[in-house]
């Protein structure tokens, strides 16, 4: 029982690590990107 519950625990937080993970390097895509073009549209 004990076992069962600790490996169903892991599983949750890898998936909750996982799905943070993912949000971080779309935010970073999107922040990256956004600076780009701002400093582009600042140069003209």
């Known amino acids: 029982m004990f076992v069962g519950l600790l490996l169903v625990s892991l599983i ?24 780009h073009n701002l400093k582009l549209a600042n140069e003209t």
């Open 12 to 35: 949750v937080a890898g998936r909750l690590a996982n799905h943070y993970r993912n949000n971080a390097i779309t935010y970073k895509y999107q922040r990256d990107t956004a600076t």
